[in-house]
């Protein structure tokens, strides 16, 4: 019980911004056209790409002549802008599509 | 000037809250995807060259190393994502989720051995942190590459009698090790921490393995939310606020975009995971009404149909993004117009494999972005059309979903095409759609089939259009 409590205690700032921001994400997704759902999808799966900020960290608390952790925190910090620049840019792909190109859809 | 570092990761936080808010309405989507992509920035911008709480530029260590890690990284994503086809989206998106998926995993393992022998007196919040991101990241990979491959045709789908109850079983498994894991750490004994790793990938591969194809959207969304999850583990680790909102974020708009998909296909969730439908040996016997005959037609007859109709819907469904017939049918659709005729196209929110993946293929091929018509305004128009043609769509148009409560997909709000006057199904075969389940749509007096691959037949309809 004390450890459940302490925990709490030690992270409740924390904790409240967690319960906060879940609400927050269900309020954004809760009314969207589905039209949109593959798009919001993909621009979610680039904003968990912050995860990269981790891998930064990390690759940046590795000691010079630790070579296991550098090569694996070099292959996180790949992957992790894999996520984020690979999640923006198929996003902006698909939302490209959505812009109106006036006239042409109805002659050609 | 101290507090750069809070400053850009508070700019970050807002960029992607802001960012995923614009990217709810279809005008400012664009904007909002840059917004949230600028947040990003910000918050590496922050870790790469300050320091929390200290006055003026830091570097961060091993910053030639990190440089060159984006740049491959970035390189190689721009040309991934720039270069995949419009109809590989899906995929690209999984596999994508499984790098995020993979990097939290990898954070986690270095922490665990940054923390040597500290790992005795670690605050068990810090404790938990490591292990979830660990144990998230993990299956999110798996998984995600694994949806990747299926998705891809790489892989097939792989059943086994008991899979939930093994499932189960593997849950209780990874937590007992994660669990045992915490007592042995003080001994230095890494058994148990590589055995939660496998645990968690053998969970991975037999949690998404035998989801049917039809259900890996719902599948791509939760992993996705789980991979926001593991991130904002991360966030927790380090106290870093901005990988906790963007995390938390992420795993609760996924969660919710999860169960909004399911809705669309009149799913629950727990259906989707436990795989009641997916697969195709599940629900064969349903066919009820099918025998009757079918009535074949010729692409000659449907083009001349079409030329003197008034109003003609398209019915787009997988078959016409396999087929890559957006461009075709967009062809058609401008020389029916030149004739005086009606074209509109009925989207479904579930056609395709995942929601709204026929409006990004139809835009892409420049179908005017009014043209497409969500289900609940084009439904009460099919009354008034002569002619419908469904396009490689099957389960979205099962009149069963109305009719038949013991259809598995029952209950599932379906395009009314029978109240058209005429209905063309362009199919390859009289194959079942995904579902599995005859459509007896099919033996409708008021509808013809052509028969064929759908860019094929499209072509064939424009070539006997524009020669009439």
């Not at chain 2, 961060?60 to 740049?71: E, F, H, M, Q």
């Not at chain 2, 921490?193 to 890996?216: H, S, W």
């Amino acid at each position: 019980m004390d450890l459940i409590f302490n925990f709490i205690g030690e992270n409740i700032s924390m904790i409240y911004l967690v319960i906060l921001m879940v609400f927050v994400g269900i309020e954004l997704i809760g009314h969207v056209p589905s039209v949109l759902h593959t798009p919001l999808m993909s621009g979610a799966n680039a904003i968990h790409g912050v995860v990269l900020i981790g891998a930064i960290y990390v690759l940046g608390h590795a000691e010079e002549n630790d070579t296991f952790s550098l090569i694996v925190g070099f292959i996180g910090v790949i992957v992790g802008t894999l996520n984020v620049i690979g999640g923006f840019v198929v996003t902006d792909r698909m939302l490209e599509m959505f812009k109106k190109k006036p006239g042409k859809g109805a002659k050609s | 000037m101290r507090h750069f570092q809070e400053v850009l990761f508070l700019l970050g936080s807002l960029g992607f809250v802001v960012g995923l808010k614009m990217m709810g309405k279809p005008d400012s989507a664009r904007k909002g995807n840059l917004v949230a992509a600028v947040g990003m920035l910000f918050a590496v911008l922050g870790i790469m060259f300050f320091k929390h709480g200290e006055e003026g530029i830091h570097v961060v260590n091993n910053v030639g190393l990190i440089s060159a890690a984006i740049g491959v990284g970035t390189l190689v994503g721009w040309l991934m994502a720039k270069r995949v086809q419009m109809t590989a989206m899906p995929e690209m998106v999984s596999l994508f989720n499984g790098m995020g998926g993979l990097c939290a995993a990898l954070i986690s393992l270095l922490e665990w051995k940054f923390k040597g022998d500290s790992i005795a007196t670690m605050p068990a919040g810090e404790y938990l942190a490591i292990i979830a991101g660990l144990i998230i990241g993990t299956v999110s990979f798996v998984g995600s590459i694994v949806a990747w491959g299926k998705l891809s045709g790489k892989l097939g789908d792989f059943r086994f009698p008991g899979q939930q109850f093994i499932n189960i079983i593997m849950l209780l498994a990874i937590v007992g090790a994660a669990w045992m894991n915490f007592g042995a750490a003080a001994d230095n004994n890494m058994l148990y921490f590589y055995l939660v790793i496998v645990l968690a990938a053998v969970y991975g591969l037999l949690f998404v393995f035998p989801i049917g194809g039809a259900d890996m959207p719902v599948v791509i969304s939760l992993l996705n939310s789980f991979t926001g999850v593991a991130a904002a583990c991360g966030g927790f680790l380090y106290h870093n606020n901005v990988m906790l909102m963007g995390g938390v974020l992420v795993g609760s708009a996924g969660t919710i975009l999860t169960i909004v998909m399911c809705k669309a296909m009149n799913r629950s969730l727990t259906n989707v995971l436990i795989g009641a439908v997916g697969g195709s040996s599940v629900a064969a016997s349903s066919g009820g009404k099918s025998g009757g005959s079918v009535r074949e037609v010729q692409a000659t007859d449907v083009a001349i149909l079409m030329k003197y109709a008034q109003k003609v819907i398209v019915v787009p469904g997988y078959g016409l993004a396999v087929a890559q017939a957006q461009h075709v049918v967009h062809e058609l659709e401008g020389l029916l117009e030149a004739e005086g005729v009606e074209v509109k196209y009925a989207i479904h929110p579930v056609a395709g494999r995942m929601p709204g993946h026929m409006n990004v293929l139809l835009a892409e091929s420049n179908v005017s972005y009014d043209k497409l018509v969500e289900m609940e305004h084009i439904n009460p128009e099919f009354a008034t059309t002569d002619v419908v043609l469904v396009v490689g769509a099957n389960d979205v148009v099962n009149p069963a979903a109305k009719t038949d409560p013991s259809s598995p997909i029952y209950g599932m709000p379906i395009l009314d095409v029978e109240n058209a006057k005429q209905v063309i199904v362009l199919k390859r075969s009289m194959k079942s759609g995904y579902a599995g389940i005859e459509n007896e749509l099919f033996y409708n007096s008021k509808c013809g089939m052509l028969f064929g691959d759908a860019k094929e037949s499209l072509q064939k309809l424009v070539n006997e259009v524009k020669t009439l």
